[in-house]
């Protein structure tokens, strides 16, 4: 809370300092109307610094219209309200249509100050340096923005926490001696509330994934925003795994060698783990429950049968996984073949 607070106070510094100055330049360079670069500034400023350049461009564009727009209205119905009217009428049309809602503001009081005046090629200079002003403000204070990593590596941490607290809990489930004390069996409160946590922590580590992305503009590694996709994906398999786990009411010896493969994975779920392993002992497992002697009860029958199936879905969790590393290795394959190839020559 506090670091928060901290982080506000830091960001609200910034911004206003950063308007201050450009004012100030403005004022320098002689300027009229030197405060409002310092507006044009803080409206130039948004949550990450692609936004700022994406929509510092929609700007460039809305003004070089609004330009066109005012020099043909007040010129030709004279440099009264009437024609800053229409002015506003077809600048507004053209920002909606074209998507560059956030110029209209900016560009519609700088295209005032050309009725005040009542002349336009002897104040257009001044305007285009107010713009140019107050938009490159506006760039540089995004462009000191820091990355989050820190906070994207404690959000992660999290997801990966609640996961394996949530395994962990399903291993108990399965095992004789927890068979209706834990929450996954006849109290599913507390099971919920951990998917809710899990829902939660992957909710912050996604906002904190994008805003990173967001503001490096120049390099597009997607690490982070795949990794929080992945583990999306895992929360979705890990509650179907949960409900099956659930509904079970009759626990067979298989259960125990479930519950330790559930207990295994939770031990070696880490960002770094390539899964080979754990696949490789889930498979044999599969193949161990398949030549066993048959169940000698329905009762027995159904339960052994969740839990094969508990074994296919652990199986796509870890594929998912084991996907994501994949991915990640071809990804940066071409960069590593480069620097062989740099170091042959």
Request: glycine letters at 8%; one cysteine or more; aromatic letters at 8%.
């Amino acid at each position: 809370m506090k670091k928060d607070l901290m982080s506000k106070l830091a960001k609200s510094l910034k911004i206003a300092l950063a308007a201050l100055l450009a004012a100030a330049l403005a004022g320098g360079l002689g300027l009229q109307y030197a405060t409002t670069a310092g507006i044009i500034t803080i409206l130039s400023i948004q949550g990450t610094k692609l936004e700022t350049f994406q929509t510092a461009g929609k700007r460039a564009l809305a003004f070089l219209c609004a330009l066109v727009l005012a020099w043909a209205c007040f010129e030709t119905m004279g440099y009264n309200l009437g024609a800053f009217g229409a002015f506003l009428f077809f600048f507004v049309l053209l920002c909606l249509l074209m998507g560059w809602q956030e110029a209209i503001a900016m560009d519609s009081v700088l295209v005032s100050h050309f009725l005040g005046q009542g002349a336009f090629f002897s104040l257009l200079g001044n305007e285009m340096l107010l713009f140019a002003v107050g938009t490159g403000f506006g760039i540089l204070v995004n462009l000191h923005l820091r990355s989050r990593r820190e906070r994207f590596t404690l959000a992660s941490d999290l997801v990966d926490g609640q996961i394996k607290e949530i395994l962990g809990d399903m291993a108990r489930c399965l095992t004789q001696d927890q068979i209706g004390e834990s929450s996954c069996h006849g109290a599913p409160s507390g099971a919920e509330s951990c998917f809710d946590t899990l829902r939660e922590a992957l909710r912050q580590a996604e906002n904190c994934a994008v805003a990173n992305y967001g503001n490096a503009p120049f390099s597009r590694d997607t690490y982070e925003l795949d990794y929080v996709r992945m583990r999306q994906q895992q929360s979705v398999v890990l509650q179907a795994v949960y409900d099956n786990i659930r509904g079970i009411s009759y626990l067979p010896k298989q259960a125990g060698q479930v519950a330790g493969l559930l207990e295994q994975i939770r031990q070696e779920y880490h960002r770094h783990n390539n899964v080979e392993g754990l696949l490789e002992q889930l498979r044999g497992l599969l193949g161990d429950m398949q030549t066993q002697a048959l169940p000698r009860s329905r009762e027995e029958f159904e339960a052994r049968a969740v839990l094969f199936y508990t074994l296919k879905q652990l199986e796509e969790l870890l594929e998912i996984k084991k996907g994501f590393i994949q991915a990640r290795q071809q990804a940066h394959s071409p960069a590593r073949e480069a620097d062989k190839g740099k170091e042959i020559l």
